[in-house]
C-alpha cells in the first residue's frame, strides 16, 4: 500500500468571496463578484457570496475546526477590496486587522498560512474606472496591494500565491 511522504503536508484552500461573506462590512468596496452575483440569471437561485460561510465573522471557530482535522496548511485569498476598497490609495485598516488576527490564529494553531493575493475578485472600482486587467496601469495598482500585503504580513506568511488559475482570468 502506498503512503505519503513523512514531509507531506496536509492543508486545506478557500477562496475570500466563497467563503468570508460580509461583503460590505468595516469599509470593504465591491468586487467584480459582488456586482456580477446581482446580474439576474447569472448565478444558479440567485446566490451571492453576502453571506457565505462568514468566515469574516467565525475564522476562530473555523481554525478550531481545521486543527481538529489534523490540517497544517491553510491557503486563502485577501480580498483586494477589503484592504483597498478601490483597488488604489485608501487603505482599509479594519480589512488589514481582519486578515492580520486570522493569520495570528492559523499561527497559533501551528496551520500555515500559504495566501493568495488574487482569487478573481477585482476590485469594482478598478473595473469601471480603468477597464480591470485590460488597462496595462493595472500592474502599478497590483504591486501596490502587493506591497501592502507583504509589509504587513510578510513578517508571518512566507508563502504566496500571485494569481489563482491566471489561465481562466485571462480567457473567461
Given at each position: 500500500?502506498k503512503k ?10 478557500t ?11 468595516d ?11 446581482t ?14 460561510c462568514n468566515h469574516?465573522h467565525?475564522?476562530?471557530e473555523?481554525?478550531?475546526?481545521m486543527?481538529?482535522m489534523?490540517?497544517k496548511a491553510?491557503r486563502f485569498?485577501?480580498a483586494?477590496?477589503?484592504?483597498m476598497?478601490t483597488?488604489k ?8 486587522q481582519?486578515y492580520?488576527?486570522l493569520?495570528?490564529?492559523?499561527l497559533?494553531a501551528d ?5 493568495t493575493?488574487y ?7 478598478l ?6 486587467w485590460l488597462?496595462k ?12 500585503c507583504?509589509?504587513r504580513?510578510g ?7 500571485t494569481?489563482?488559475e491566471?489561465?481562466v482570468v485571462?480567457?473567461?
Open positions: 500500500m505519503f511522504p513523512e514531509d507531506f503536508i496536509w492543508g486545506t484552500a477562496s475570500s468571496y466563497q467563503i468570508e461573506g460580509a461583503s460590505d462590512a469599509g470593504k468596496g465591491p468586487s467584480i463578484w459582488d456586482s456580477f452575483c446580474i439576474p440569471g447569472k448565478i444558479a437561485q440567485g446566490e451571492t457570496g453576502n453571506i457565505a469574516y467565525k475564522f476562530k473555523d481554525i478550531q475546526l486543527k481538529d489534523g490540517v491553510y485569498s485577501i483586494w477590496a477589503r484592504v476598497p483597488g490609495g485608501d487603505v482599509n485598516e479594519k480589512g488589514i481582519f492580520s488576527e493569520i495570528d490564529e492559523l497559533k496551520i500555515e498560512p500559504w495566501v493575493l482569487h478573481w475578485d477585482l476590485p469594482l472600482a473595473q469601471l474606472e480603468e477597464d480591470g488597462n496601469n493595472i500592474t502599478n495598482h497590483f504591486s501596490e496591494y502587493a506591497k501592502l507583504f509589509d504580513f513578517d508571518r506568511v512566507k508563502n504566496w500565491i494569481l489563482n491566471p489561465w485571462s480567457i473567461l
